[in-house]
């Protein structure tokens, strides 16, 4: 999946690429939102992330230019506000069809699991590929723990994406794993899935706050477990709402 994001920051991409972990997204970034407003048709994007909190008055230009381009379905636009935007802006973006409108501002430790749980949603057909990674839903039973391999402290915290490869994790407490280097074997995990727990080896692929882990010879029943609860997630979102 290509996405777009349009942020004056230079430093967005190498934070959200690290965050975003396996879920196989390919990032793009223009510091220009008019250069990337030229280039839409030739980069072709499966979603776009637009700053609108550094260019307040270039998200409704990109919209439309967007929507002659690419149905909404085929091209998400998701809005990055450092505060809740005022009453007449966020009318204005629901009237125009904006997908999802996300505080994200240096202080705001949820804005990664925000906007990991929008881009499944948006793009929720991908998540049902256990290859591809899924972000879990409330009404599911999936947990992970992990064991520091120098301190051997237990490391609670929360899944964020799973798959086949990997997964990506939240600790609780990110300053218990801040010296994790890349490609450390992490060999004492626990996943649990539904009512069953698993013990997979893992190596560190990046460390920027959550943590973006590769599993290293999965078991083979884990990953059939895994496949099966992925799929199922139709089913148990319909119990969860009825």
Not at 7 to 25: F, V
Not at 117 to 136: E, G
Not at 224 to 238: A, C, D, G, T, V
């Amino acid at each position: 999946m290509k996405l777009l994001l349009i942020s004056e920051n230079r430093d967005e991409k190498t934070y959200l690429s690290a965050g975003l972990g396996t879920m196989g997204i390919c990032l793009i970034h223009y510091l220009n939102p008019v250069k990337a407003m030229d280039n839409l048709e030739e980069i072709e994007p499966d979603l776009i992330v637009f700053n609108a909190g550094d260019y307040p008055r270039h998200w409704k230009p990109l919209h439309i230019l967007l929507r002659d381009q690419f149905s909404r379905e085929d091209c998400p636009l998701i809005l990055l506000y450092p505060q809740h935007p005022d009453l007449p802006e966020a009318a204005k973006a629901a009237h125009l069809g904006v997908s999802a409108m996300l505080i994200h501002n240096d202080n705001d430790s949820a804005f990664l699991e925000n906007l990991i749980v929008s881009i499944s949603r948006l793009k929720s057909l991908d998540n049902l590929d256990s290859k591809r990674p899924y972000a879990p839903k409330e009404y599911d039973q999936l947990s992970f723990i992990l064991t520091h391999p120098q301190h051997f402290n237990l490391v609670p915290g929360k899944i964020l994406t799973l798959s086949d490869r990997g997964i990506d994790f939240l600790p609780d407490e990110p300053a218990m794993t801040a010296d994790l280097e890349e490609d450390t074997p992490i060999g004492l995990c626990s996943l649990k899935i539904g009512d069953t727990s698993y013990s997979p080896t893992c190596r560190v692929k990046r460390n920027m706050r959550s943590l973006s882990l590769a599993f290293t010879d999965p078991p083979p029943e884990m990953l059939r477990s895994l496949r099966e609860y992925i799929k199922s997630s139709p089913e148990r979102s319909l119990a969860a709402h009825t």
